[in-house]
């Protein structure tokens, strides 16, 4: 530590923390499981993660045109890495499913684990979970929480150590109401009520949760001195927010890690089962494969083809759970240590999900590899892997790939 320039870093890096931790702490982030909605495109919402993917698929075929546009015998260093990585999946390819079955499995075991790892990758980009559009927020659009966004023109941002709000609309003395109105609900539909009866109650319910949601927004802006107690009306409470140059809602940013939504990873997953069916029915024919399924022959054999087709269904729920679980922990643990400390702290946390990413998409490309290829393979052991006649005998070793 006698190097003035160690020292030198040192203070530096600390003071960054001071200041990080103490003075430049953002509002608690807002975590949503469910993908934000940006618009409507017919019946369907259009939420954050379509966007997100639709990029993604972007990027990689702008990379893909970037990088294979002057391909050369001699590689330039864009054409190297791409060709280093193209052979090492296509030899993993080759030494799992056989050199036969690798043409066919090794166009969508890359696939799928490029459009994986750009995508994890792509989701640490500053901007994710950053930019995007401010949703007011008041008892029609309710919300739990919610931040004083400041407006500038056409652009609303938060300000430094700005805290977020939270809203209890069950803490309300107004959500008496709603409990008593759902007790009636519960009798009219047991005594058999009329469709016009329920309907009243329902309404008179809608009526009273909205008026439990005014009290919550209302007290809790109270709570933070927001608005002065004089104030007893949450119109009159926003108009006033309005007024200053600021306003009452969430964020909903732009761009979200599409594996965070579980439609994505699904999605995926049910792609890849879909191609390692196709491929077992066409490398076995369609009887022959069904009948890994439900099996006659004997009763053992009926029960163990009922376990694999259990077996089927877990693994896509086991390929998305696996993904879209690993992908939104490492989203929160991100979102929650760059509030708690904004320089320094995070950024090792964010080379732990660069490495996380590519792993991720890496195992799913995998799964989806062993998979099919034990869907090719028969049940008599019979050689589909590659020339294995004995399936307990190891694999061979890497077999050279020719270009």
Same mark, same amino acid.
């Given at each position: 530590?006698?190097?003035?320039?160690?020292?030198?870093?040192?203070?530096?890096?600390?003071?960054?923390?001071?200041?990080?931790?103490?003075?430049?702490?953002?509002?608690?982030?807002i975590?949503?499981?469910?993908?934000?909605?940006?618009?409507?495109?017919g019946?369907?919402?259009?939420?954050?993660?379509?966007l997100t993917?639709?990029?993604?698929?972007?990027?990689?075929?702008?990379?893909?045109?970037?990088?294979?546009?002057?391909l050369?015998l001699?590689?330039?260093?864009a054409?190297?890495?791409?060709?280093?990585?193209?052979?090492?999946?296509?030899?993993?390819?080759?030494?799992?499913?056989?050199p036969e079955?690798?043409k066919?499995?090794?166009?969508?075991?890359?696939t799928?684990?490029?459009?994986?790892?750009?995508?994890?990758?792509?989701?640490l980009?500053?901007f994710?979970?950053?930019?995007?559009?401010?949703?007011k927020v008041?008892?029609?659009?309710w919300?739990?929480?919610?931040?004083?966004?400041?407006?500038?023109?056409?652009?609303s941002?938060?300000?430094?150590?700005?805290?977020? %709000?939270e809203? =209890?609309?069950?803490? *309300?003395?107004?959500? #008496?109401?709603? &409990?008593?109105?759902? !007790?009636?609900?519960?009798?009219a539909?047991?005594?058999?009520?009329?469709?016009g009866?329920?309907?009243? %109650?329902?309404? =008179?319910?809608?009526? *009273?949760e909205?008026? #439990?949601?005014? &009290?919550a927004?209302? !007290?809790?802006?109270?709570?933070d001195?927001?608005?002065?107690?004089?104030v007893?009306?949450?119109?009159?409470a926003?108009q006033?927010?309005?007024?200053?140059?600021?306003e009452?809602?969430?964020l909903?940013?732009?761009?979200?890690?599409?594996?965070?939504?579980?439609?994505?990873?699904?999605s995926?997953?049910?792609?890849?089962?879909?191609?390692v069916?196709?491929?077992?029915?066409?490398?076995?024919?369609f009887?022959?494969?069904g009948a890994k399924?439900l099996?006659?022959?004997?009763?053992?054999?009926f029960?163990?083809?009922?376990?694999?087709?259990?077996?089927?269904?877990?693994?896509?729920?086991?390929?998305?759970?696996?993904l879209?679980?690993?992908?939104?922990?490492?989203?929160?643990?991100?979102?929650?240590?760059?509030?708690?400390?904004?320089?320094?702290?995070?950024?090792?946390?964010?080379?732990?999900?660069t490495?996380?990413?590519v792993?991720q998409?890496?195992?799913?490309?995998?799964?989806?590899?062993?998979?099919a290829?034990?869907?090719?393979?028969?049940?008599?052991?019979h050689?589909?892997?590659?020339?294995?006649?004995?399936?307990?005998?190891?694999?061979?070793?890497?077999?050279?790939?020719?270009?």
């Amino acid at each position: 530590m006698k190097n003035p320039r160690t020292i030198l870093i040192t203070v530096g890096a600390l003071v960054l923390l001071l200041v990080g931790f103490v003075f430049v702490r953002g509002p608690k982030p807002i975590i949503e499981i469910r993908a934000e909605k940006l618009a409507d495109i017919g019946p369907f919402p259009f939420v954050n993660t379509y966007l997100t993917s639709t990029v993604v698929v972007i990027v990689i075929s702008l990379l893909a045109i970037w990088m294979t546009r002057n391909l050369t015998l001699i590689p330039n260093k864009a054409q190297n890495l791409l060709e280093a990585i193209v052979d090492a999946m296509y030899t993993i390819c080759i030494n799992t499913a056989g050199p036969e079955n690798a043409k066919r499995f090794f166009p969508v075991v890359m696939t799928i684990f490029t459009f994986i790892w750009i995508a994890n990758w792509m989701a640490l980009l500053p901007f994710f979970n950053a930019i995007g559009g401010v949703q007011k927020v008041d008892a029609h659009h309710w919300h739990e929480e919610a931040v004083i966004f400041e407006s500038a023109g056409p652009l609303s941002f938060i300000n430094l150590n700005e805290k977020e %709000l939270e809203f =209890e609309e069950i803490e *309300a003395p107004s959500w #008496a109401d709603v &409990e008593r109105l759902d !007790e009636q609900i519960a009798e009219a539909e047991t005594a058999a009520a009329s469709a016009g009866e329920i309907r009243l %109650l329902e309404e =008179e319910r809608l009526v *009273a949760e909205e008026h #439990a949601r005014e &009290e919550a927004i209302l !007290e809790a802006l109270h709570k933070d001195k927001v608005v002065p107690e004089s104030v007893t009306s949450l119109d009159e409470a926003i108009q006033m927010i309005e007024a200053d140059g600021k306003e009452l809602g969430v964020l909903i940013p732009y761009f979200r890690s599409m594996n965070t939504d579980i439609n994505s990873p699904l999605s995926i997953a049910i792609m890849a089962m879909i191609f390692v069916e196709f491929w077992g029915i066409t490398a076995l024919g369609f009887f022959k494969y069904g009948a890994k399924f439900l099996n006659f022959s004997s009763p053992i054999n009926f029960i163990v083809g009922l376990l694999e087709l259990v077996a089927e269904v877990a693994r896509l729920i086991s390929f998305t759970f696996r993904l879209f679980g690993n992908m939104l922990a490492g989203e929160i643990l991100l979102l929650v240590m760059t509030f708690l400390a904004p320089f320094l702290v995070a950024l090792p946390f964010y080379g732990l999900e660069t490495f996380v990413g590519v792993i991720q998409a890496f195992v799913f490309a995998m799964l989806t590899l062993l998979f099919a290829s034990l869907a090719v393979s028969s049940h008599e052991g019979h050689d589909e892997l590659g020339g294995h006649d004995d399936p307990d005998r190891p694999l061979e070793g890497p077999v050279p790939v020719t270009h």
